[in-house]
């Protein structure tokens, strides 16, 4: 059994706005990430983490929302490396459109999955499962749309992914516990 989660993805950044993709790469968040962030942070605000502690990937989009989300919730954040964004290779910064799209039910996952050069789904189920046996207790974590996806379908099952969005959970956050994913928005 998992602990209690609370995990938010970044805001909308500049290139999320284009359809670039980013992987390891960062752009700021824009005005509409910031405010998704700030809407995050009313939700946190709302709730009880005695006890829980905040981790962030250490990728600027994700340290920049949770600066904003968890100003008023969290005394101290840690990064973790291991809820980074999935790499990209040599897809890193290229617009998606100009990239191949395979006709299958979720082809911006595949293009991860094709990416040269990327890290593939495989290496970060690996690094989230590394992550969660570590984990020791309740946490608020601040991660990336894939990576979430992942640490979801890891302590929920299939279920947590659907229906599945390129952009899916900025503004949003979601609640994990007992085996059960509820979205908070």
Sequence with gaps: MFPELYILRHGQTEWNAQGRMQ???NSPLTPQGEAEAAKQGMILQGLDL??????SSPQGRAVQTAGIA???VA???VTDPRLAEITVGDWSGLLRDELPMEDVE???LAQYEAAPGGERLAGVRLRAAAFLADLKGPAVLVTHGVTSRVIRTLVVGEAASQPSSIHG?????YHLKNGVQKVLE
């Design 23 to 25: 992987g390891a790469l």
């Design 50 to 55: 005695t006890g829980f502690q905040y981790i």
């Design 70 to 72: 968890l100003a008023r």
């Design 75 to 77: 005394d101290f954040i």
């Design 106 to 108: 979720d082809p911006y």
């Design 169 to 173: 959970g900025q503004g949003t956050i």
